[in-house]
């Protein structure tokens, strides 16, 4: 089984600044994939980055990236340069490899960007 | 290509009546999970499936919810005698295949009445 904690209900961030965001989680899975989704009002679920627990190097993508401690199972995601779009709700997600991938969620930290 | 439609975006059913919700994966795609959001809450799985068949049906309530994905034709999660409590929304994801990314829906906003 899989469990995901997310302890920041909510966040803020002075636009252009740098925030990050925690989770930590628990698998007993020795090899899995761990996520970051956004999830605006739309209520879409937009992907953000991702990371292979396999890989030691830390996932970027653009202004986004994570820092994993698989040894303390820790994820969390920075987010550099702040924009006003990245306002949303930040859901922290897991999934071992293979078939059945279902993906086990945190509860989500709402980050609120400030002019 | 079109992403993963959910239809429909909101759904109001009264206490008792029946809610069904569809998704149309993307094309390609033969690997559809359903998942629930409950307010101030993260997404839960409920079911996977492929083509004609349910592969894990794990987080689905063992009764009133069922889920099928056909041959040809969208997924359907359906829920009889809806409560209350049934109000969520309801997201499903697709998948190409068992390692690759899932891509979302914008999910079906179920109301009860």
């Known amino acids: 089984a899989q469990t995901v904690t997310q302890s920041q209900p909510e966040m803020s961030v002075q636009e252009a600044e740098t925030v990050t965001l925690s989770c930590t989680y628990d698998t007993s899975e020795s090899d899995y994939y761990l996520f970051w989704y956004k999830q605006p009002p739309s209520r879409q679920m937009i992907l953000v980055i991702r990371?292979?627990?396999?890989?030691?190097q830390n996932a970027t993508e653009n202004r986004f990236s994570v820092n994993f401690q698989k040894a303390a199972k820790s994820f969390s995601l920075k987010i550099s340069d702040s924009q006003l779009g990245d306002a949303a709700m930040y859901f922290c997600?897991?999934?071992?490899?293979?078939?059945?991938?279902?993906?086990?969620f945190g509860s989500g930290t709402q980050l609120t960007v400030l002019p | 290509n079109a992403g993963v439609m959910q239809n429909p975006r909101h759904l109001v059913r009264r206490r008792g009546q029946e809610a069904r919700l569809r998704c149309s994966p993307m094309?390609?795609?033969?690997?559809v999970y359903w998942y629930r959001q409950l307010p101030e809450e993260g997404l839960k799985f409920m079911v996977y499936?492929?083509?004609?068949?349910?592969?894990?049906e794990s987080g689905m309530p063992k009764e009133r919810f069922s889920a099928e994905f056909p041959k040809e034709g969208p997924s359907i999660l359906r829920i009889q005698q809806v409560v209350r409590g049934d109000s969520a929304a309801y997201f499903c994801?697709?998948?190409?295949?068992?390692?690759?990314?899932?891509?979302f829906g914008q999910g079906t906003r179920l109301t009860v009445v």
């Open positions: 997600a897991s999934t071992r490899m293979g078939s059945a991938r279902q993906l086990t």
């Open positions: 094309k390609g795609h033969s690997h």
């Open positions: 994801a697709s998948l190409q295949g068992a390692n690759t990314e899932a891509f």
């Open positions: 499936l492929q083509k004609e068949n349910i592969i894990d």
């Open positions: 990371q292979e627990a396999y890989k030691q």
